[in-house]
């Protein structure tokens, strides 16, 4: 899939055909991320980090740029581009917005509006060391595959969840990262 195939697919279809599953009762935290795609010669690949292992929430866990909302953020596009500029270095001003994903609630907490957007090849990432271990990119073909997409139910609390993983390399993909990159696929589709 190329970005003008890519585009296209996500102009088409609503938002409101896809469904995450999982609705969190009670106060949540809002928070935005943003899903950095990449157009290459060989198709669009994803960008993702891998957070650093002291840090208190999630340590080691692969994920978007993105965090908790704050007093000062616009909008919550706003939220996921000061948070990517924070945590990888991407200037906003490199990235072309073309949408967003519906909103993903966490078992946590946490009520997730997914921003995607488009950013140059070959960015020079600037890592904040204490947030960030790694940026990497995945190919979306992998993604796109469903049999790379694993699901685990889990009971909490007397609710069932999905836990979804999409391992890829040496990478654990799962949870909330999953569970969206399922979302985008599902939206494509």
């Known amino acids: 899939m190329d970005k003008q195939q ?3 697919r996500f ?5 409101n055909d896809i469904e995450s599953g999982y609705h969190h009762a009670g106060n949540l935290k809002h928070a935005s991320v943003l899903i950095p795609l990449v157009h290459t010669k060989q198709g669009i690949e994803v960008i993702l980090t891998k957070r650093s292992k002291h840090l208190k929430h999630h340590p080691g866990q692969i994920s978007f740029p993105g965090g ?9 596009t706003d939220t996921a581009l000061r948070e990517a500029e924070e945590e990888i270095g991407l200037n906003r001003g490199d990235v ?6 519906n909103d993903y609630h966490t078992i946590t907490g946490f009520q997730i509006t997914p921003v995607i957007g488009f950013i140059p ?4 990432f600037n890592i904040d060391e204490n947030e960030v271990e790694e940026v990497f990119s995945v190919p979306f073909l992998h993604f796109i ?8 139910q889990l009971k909490r609390q007397g609710v069932e969840h999905n836990i979804y993983f999409m391992p890829y390399l040496k990478y654990n993909i799962w949870g909330a990262t ?12």
């Not at 908790?68 to 919550?76: M, N, Q, R, S």
């Not at 072309?96 to 994903?101: A, P, S």
Request: charge should be negative.
């Open 96 to 101: 072309d917005i073309v949408g967003q994903l």
């Open 6 to 8: 890519f585009l296209q």
């Open 68 to 76: 908790k909302v704050e007093a000062a953020d616009i909008d919550l």
């Open 121 to 124: 090849q070959d960015y020079p």
């Open 145 to 152: 595959n469903e049999k790379n997409h694993l699901n685990y």
């Open 11 to 15: 102009s088409y279809h609503h938002l």
């Open 178 to 189: 999953a569970a969206i990159l399922k979302d985008l696929v599902s939206h494509l589709k």
